[in-house]
C-alpha cells in the first residue's frame, strides 16, 4: 500500500491519563508553567487539574455553558471566563473566587481575549465588543451593521481583528475607547467568517470563512499596499486555523484534510500563486481541532469521530489514536510535549511521549492538490 | 442535500441498511405575531413529553424562560459565495447549534422560531448548506400557524407566501372565529399556494405534539412510502360527484361563496362504468377551456357536452335546474368544491346525496403569485437528462422556485427515485421498488412564484428515455 508510514522509532506517545467531567470541555487554559490545567464545560463549571491530572479546585463559573477560558498573561492567578449566560468573570484561577463580574447581559458571549501584555480584556457578544483594564471598563466598540464571528489581538496588543459578515476590521486601541470609533476595513470577501488568526509576529492574519476559502492579509513595505490572498479547494467551512509559533506557516482544516500554506512574507514571493497548500491527510471524518506544540514541531489534530492524530515536522502522522467520540479541543502543554484533549463525552485526556516504542503503523493518504489563487 | 444544484446523488442509495439516524430533529415554528404561535410553543413546551426541547427564539419571543434552555437569537444571514443569490444560510443558528450539540445529553428536540416576516429559506438551506449541521442535526418539519381569522389580511403579501410555500404544516388557528365556509375557501386558498402542506385545524392552538414534532416531514424514505398519494390528479375542476337518479327536474342549489360563479358540466348516465368515467372525465377537461353556457333561471340543464357557468349571488346564492330523461348513473363535475358552497341536489321531494365523490386539486396557472404547480408523466425518465434539466432549470429559476419534491421513475432502476429541493439546493435517493403492476410514472411538484406549468411540464417531458 503506498504512502503507509510506520511511526516506528520516530516519536511514540501514549495516553496518560483520563479524566471524566461534568459535561463536554469547552475551551482550556494551561498555565504559563505548564503546572496547572484550567478547564471549562458545557455545565458551566471550571475545573482546575495540577500537573493535569489531579483535580484541586472546581466551580460553577456560569449558568449555561463555558464559551472561553482565558488565563491573564504574565498572572496565572487571573482567569477570565466567558458564557452562555451573558457573563464575562475573573477569578482567581487558583481557588476559584470571584474577583470581578465584568458584564452580565443575556447575549451569549462567544469571544474572550487579552492582549498579549495581559492588560486589557476584550469580550465580544452579537454587535458589541466590551473592553476592561483590571476590572475598569474602557468602554465598548460598537458596529450595529455587523456581528462579530471571530477576532483576535494583534501581537502587538493595541489593535484588535475583529471578523464580520463580508469583511475583517481592525480596531485601534486608542488612549480612550469612545463610542463613535470605527473600524479600519482590511479585507472584503464574498464570504462569512468563522475564525481569525493572526501570525505570532504580526506578520499576516489569517480568516476561515463558511464558504470554504480561506484570506490572507499580510502588510507589506511596497507602496503600504497589503496583499490579500485567498485559497480555495476546502469541501467545508475553514474552522480550525493554527500558526506555526515561529514560522510563517499556517495549519487550517476544513473538512477532513489539514492543509499547510507556507506563506512568505517577503514581496518578492510567489505573485503567480505558484505556491501549493500541503495537505496532511489522515483523518476519515471533518477535523474539529488543531494545536502546535510550543516549540512548533509538533502538529496535533482531532476530528468529529474522535481519531486524534500527531504530525512531525516533516508532516508525517506519528500517533494515532481512536477516542470514540468527537474531539472539542486540543491544546500542548507550554513547556513539554504534552498534550491535552477534550472530547464529546465530557473526558479529558493527557497524552505524552511513551519512554518505549509501541508504535503502529500510521496511513498516509495520497496527496491531493489544492489551489491558491491570488486575488 | 448537496451543494447548490449539484447532481442528485444516485449512487448513494444503499439505505437499507443504514444505521439507525441519531441526529436531532429540528422544526421551525414560524408564523405571524399573533397568530398563536407563541400559545403553540408554550403548549408543546408544557406538555408532558418527556422531550428534552431546547428552543431558539427571535428577540420577540415571549415564552416562558423557566424552560430548560431557551436561547434567544436575531437572523444573521451569510450568503453562500457559491454563485447562487438564493443560497444564504443563518450563521447564528450554526453557531448556537453547533454549541448545543456539544453536550453530553443531547436534546431530544429542537424548536427554531421564527417571525412571519422572515424568510424561511436561509434556516431551512442552514441543515443542508454546513457540513457540520447536516451530520448532526435533521430538519423534521417546517411547521407555520395561521391565523384563520385575520390570514386574509395579509395573504398577498411575499412574507405570507413564502411562509405558506415552505410550510410542510400549516396549523390553521383561531377556526373558531370563522365559519366552515370561509375556512374551506381558505384551505383551497392554502393549497392552491402549497398544495403538498398538510393543514390542521386548531381552536387555541390545541393540536398533538405527534402531529407536529418527529413527523419527517423532509424525510425522503418517509416521503416515497406515502406516495404516489401526495399528488392528487390536477384537472380543471375540483370535484366530481356521482348521481344515481330517474327522469324528472332536480334543483341544484347553491349558497353564496367566494366566487361570484361556478362552472359545471353534468354527464352521463351510465356511469357505473369506470371507463366511462374516464372518458367524461377528459372529456370535461376539454369542455372546461370551452366557451361557457350562462345559467338563466329559464335555462334547464341537460346531460351533454355544455359547459354550464351559474352565478351565484352574493346574498341569494344560486338555483338551476337539472333535467333528467333517461334513468341512471350521471356525474357532475364541478370548478370548485361543493363545501364552499354548501351545494346541494333535491328531486321527487327529498335530498339526494353522491354515491361517490372525488376531489381534485385545482391547477395553478402561470401568474406572477406563489402556487404549487403538480406534474404527473407516465414513462421512465433518463437520468442524465433529467439532472441536467434541473440542474438547469434550479440555477435559473431557483430564487422563485422555493421548494420542488418529486417521486421519479428512472429508466433502468428497479426503485423509486425521489427528491427534494429547496430553493436551487436539491437531494434524492432511491426509494421503494416498483411493483410489478404499477405503471411506471413520475410526479413532481414545484412551488414558487410565477411558476409556468407548461414550461416545467414540457421540461419534464422532454427527459423521458
Redesign the interface.
Known amino acids: 500500500m503506498p504512502g503507509l508510514a510506520a511511526i516506528a522509532g520516530k516519536a511514540p506517545f501514549g495516553l496518560r491519563h483520563s479524566h471524566t467531567l461534568d459535561d463536554v470541555v469547552t475551551d482550556l487554559a494551561w498555565s504559563s508553567d505548564g503546572k496547572a490545567l484550567l478547564v471549562g464545560s458545557a455545565a458551566g463549571a471550571v475545573h482546575r487539574l495540577d500537573h493535569g491530572s489531579e483535580v484541586t479546585a472546581r466551580w460553577q463559573a456560569h449558568d449555561g455553558g463555558i464559551t472561553r477560558l482565558r488565563l491573564q498573561p504574565g498572572d496565572d492567578r487571573v482567569l477570565a471566563s466567558a458564557g452562555e449566560d451573558g457573563k464575562v468573570a475573573l477569578w482567581n484561577s487558583v481557588d476559584g473566587e470571584a474577583l470581578s463580574t465584568l458584564a452580565n447581559e443575556n447575549d451569549w458571549v462567544e469571544h474572550l481575549a487579552w492582549t498579549p501584555d495581559g492588560k486589557v480584556l476584550a469580550a465580544a457578544a452579537r454587535k458589541t465588543i466590551s473592553l476592561w483594564q483590571g476590572t475598569e471598563s474602557l468602554g465598548m466598540w460598537y458596529d450595529a451593521r455587523r456581528h462579530v464571528l471571530a477576532m483576535d489581538w494583534a501581537p502587538d496588543g493595541r489593535r484588535l481583528a475583529s471578523a464580520a459578515n463580508k469583511g475583517l476590521y481592525l480596531w485601534r486601541l486608542g488612549d480612550a475607547v469612545t463610542g463613535d470609533a470605527e473600524p479600519v476595513q482590511l479585507l472584503t470577501f464574498p464570504g462569512a467568517p468563522v475564525s481569525v488568526a493572526w501570525q505570532p509576529q504580526g506578520r499576516a492574519l489569517a480568516v476561515g470563512t463558511q464558504d470554504g476559502f480561506l484570506q490572507v492579509w499580510r502588510p507589506t513595505d511596497t507602496n503600504n499596499a497589503a496583499r490579500q490572498l485567498t485559497m480555495r479547494g476546502y469541501p467545508s467551512k475553514v474552522n480550525c486555523l493554527a500558526w506555526h509559533p515561529r514560522r510563517t506557516v499556517i495549519a487550517t482544516a476544513g473538512g477532513p484534510d489539514i492543509v499547510l500554506w507556507d506563506m512568505p512574507v517577503d514581496r518578492t514571493d510567489t505573485k503567480n500563486g505558484s505556491a501549493k497548500g500541503r495537505p496532511l491527510r489522515h483523518h476519515q471524518a471533518t477535523v474539529t481541532a488543531i494545536a502546535w506544540s510550543a516549540d512548533g514541531r509538533l502538529l496535533a489534530s482531532g476530528d468529529r469521530n474522535g481519531r486524534l492524530c500527531i504530525w512531525d515536522e516533516n508532516g508525517d502522522a506519528v500517533f494515532s489514536l481512536a477516542l470514540g467520540s468527537e474531539i472539542t479541543v486540543v491544546q500542548w502543554h507550554p513547556v513539554n510535549a504534552v498534550l491535552s484533549v477534550a472530547d464529546g463525552d465530557g473526558r479529558l485526556h493527557l497524552v505524552d511521549r511513551l519512554q518505549s516504542d509501541s508504535g503502529q503503523p500510521v496511513r498516509q493518504h495520497p496527496a491531493r492538490e489544492l489551489r491558491r489563487a491570488q486575488d | 442535500m448537496t451543494a447548490c444544484a449539484q447532481e442528485a446523488d444516485r449512487t448513494n442509495t444503499t439505505t437499507t441498511e443504514k444505521a439507525a439516524d441519531e441526529r436531532v430533529p429540528v422544526t421551525v415554528l414560524t408564523g405571524f405575531l399573533g397568530s398563536g404561535k407563541t400559545t403553540l410553543l408554550n403548549r408543546i413546551l408544557s406538555e408532558e413529553h418527556g422531550k428534552r426541547i431546547a428552543v431558539i427564539e427571535n428577540e420577540f419571543g415571549e415564552i416562558g424562560i423557566d424552560h430548560e434552555l431557551v436561547?434567544?437569537s436575531?437572523e444573521?444571514i451569510?450568503?453562500?459565495?457559491?454563485g447562487c443569490i438564493c443560497c444564504t444560510?443563518r450563521?447564528?443558528l450554526?453557531?448556537?447549534l453547533g454549541?448545543l450539540m456539544?453536550?453530553?445529553h443531547k436534546f431530544d428536540h429542537i424548536i427554531i422560531e421564527t417571525t412571519g416576516m422572515a424568510d424561511p429559506g436561509p434556516v431551512a438551506q442552514t441543515f443542508f448548506m454546513?457540513?457540520?449541521m447536516k451530520?448532526k442535526l435533521r430538519l423534521d418539519a417546517i411547521v407555520t400557524v395561521v391565523d384563520a381569522h385575520h390570514v386574509l389580511q395579509h395573504i398577498d403579501s411575499d412574507e405570507c407566501h413564502a411562509q405558506l410555500a415552505f410550510a410542510d404544516v400549516v396549523v390553521l388557528n383561531k377556526c373558531d372565529l370563522v365559519d366552515d365556509k370561509q375556512l374551506h375557501a381558505l384551505e383551497s386558498q392554502l393549497r392552491s399556494i402549497n398544495r403538498l402542506t398538510d393543514i390542521h385545524r386548531t381552536v387555541h392552538a390545541a393540536i398533538g405534539i405527534e402531529r407536529l414534532l418527529d413527523i419527517h416531514a423532509f424525510d425522503l424514505e418517509t416521503r416515497a412510502a406515502e406516495m404516489p398519494e401526495f399528488l392528487k390528479e390536477e384537472l380543471p375542476f375540483e370535484w366530481a360527484g356521482l348521481y344515481d337518479l330517474q327522469p324528472g327536474d332536480y334543483r341544484l342549489t347553491l349558497q353564496p361563496g367566494p366566487d361570484p360563479t361556478i362552472d359545471l358540466v353534468l354527464g352521463g348516465p351510465g356511469l357505473q362504468d369506470t371507463a366511462l368515467f374516464e372518458a367524461w372525465k377528459r372529456n370535461s377537461i376539454v369542455l372546461y377551456s370551452s366557451d361557457p353556457t350562462f345559467v338563466e333561471p329559464t335555462t334547464c340543464m341537460l346531460p351533454g357536452d355544455t359547459l354550464y357557468r351559474l352565478p351565484v349571488d352574493g346574498q341569494q346564492g344560486a338555483d338551476a335546474t337539472l333535467t333528467i330523461k333517461t334513468p341512471g348513473r350521471y356525474v357532475l363535475f364541478t370548478q370548485h368544491l361543493p363545501e364552499e358552497f354548501d351545494l346541494t341536489l333535491h328531486g321527487d321531494g327529498r335530498l339526494h346525496e353522491p354515491v361517490e365523490g372525488h376531489e381534485y386539486a385545482s391547477p395553478h396557472e402561470h401568474d406572477d403569485s406563489v402556487g404549487s404547480v403538480g406534474i404527473r408523466l407516465e414513462g421512465d425518465l433518463d437520468p442524465d437528462r433529467f439532472e441536467s434539466w434541473m440542474v438547469g432549470l434550479l440555477r435559473r429559476r431557483g430564487t422563485d422556485i422555493f421548494r420542488s419534491k418529486g417521486v421519479l421513475s428512472l429508466a433502468g432502476d428497479t426503485r423509486r427515485f425521489v427528491f427534494q429541493g429547496v430553493h436551487m439546493l436539491f437531494d434524492g435517493q432511491a426509494g421503494r421498488s416498483w411493483e410489478d403492476d404499477a405503471v411506471r410514472e413520475s410526479q413532481l411538484v414545484f412551488i414558487g412564484r410565477d411558476l409556468d406549468r407548461a414550461e416545467l411540464a414540457d421540461g419534464l417531458r422532454a427527459c423521458l428515455a
Open positions: 436561547v434567544q436575531d444573521e451569510f450568503e453562500m459565495n457559491n444560510v450563521g447564528d450554526i453557531r448556537i454549541r456539544r453536550r453530553k454546513d457540513e457540520e451530520e
